[in-house]
């Protein structure tokens, strides 16, 4: 299914450093400026994983109070209804949305903390990392939102692919390291500035 391969790659890109603070802050951005959540996320995919609904949204509008208004008063209220009841329709309920993001906000923090206690390998860290992708995969973010999210992930891995690139011709080419070896060897020490030392004194 579509929303399966979705949420697979949402999950994926949780694990990228920098997402979840890059959607936050655009969340809490849209969010304190009076923008709309339309502008952020498009609904959910499984709107019952993990968070309960409220116990009782209040009114939008209230009846007494739009009756007391003039007619001016009236027809801009009732604009304003419509945007608001329009958000909920379509799954952009700004109550949830505020639990969503602040359930993801939370696990960040306990990540994070995590990450630096025990390391990015370690099974403790490895599990908050998992807890937290998984608050975040629900959320259905709206095409220009998750793009950016897919870009930077790939943009990233390019500059990655560019590196190895120079570094291959740097090992291969100019210093005559069979190709052979260096890709044997390489793979694994990717960030081992100690790697080319143990190498020059193997030679």
Request: glycine share 8%.
């Amino acid at each position: 299914r579509i929303e399966e391969g979705i949420r697979e790659v949402m999950g994926a890109i949780g694990h990228f450093p920098g997402t979840f603070d890059h959607i936050l802050s655009y969340y809490t951005g849209v969010t304190s400026e009076g923008g709309r959540l339309s502008d952020v996320l498009s609904g959910y995919m499984d709107p019952d994983d993990g968070i309960a609904p409220p116990a009782e949204v209040p009114p939008l509008v209230d009846p007494k109070a739009v009756k007391a208004e003039g007619a001016d008063d009236d027809e801009e209220e009732s604009a304003d209804a419509s945007d608001e009841e329009d958000e909920v329709e379509s799954g952009r309920d700004p109550v949830i949305a505020q639990q969503r993001f602040g359930a993801v906000s939370d696990q960040m923090e306990i990540t994070r903390k995590a990450l630096k206690k025990f390391g990015r390998d370690d099974k403790h860290a490895i599990a908050e990392m998992v807890a937290l992708a998984e608050l975040f995969m629900p959320i259905k973010l709206v095409p220009k939102q998750f793009e950016g999210l897919v870009e930077r992930v790939r943009g990233a891995l390019e500059r990655l692919g560019a590196q190895e690139r120079a570094i291959m011709q740097l090992c291969v080419r100019d210093a005559r390291m069979p190709r052979a070896d260096f890709l044997r060897q390489f793979p694994g020490n990717e960030v081992d500035e100690s790697w080319t030392d143990a190498l020059a004194k193997g030679k």
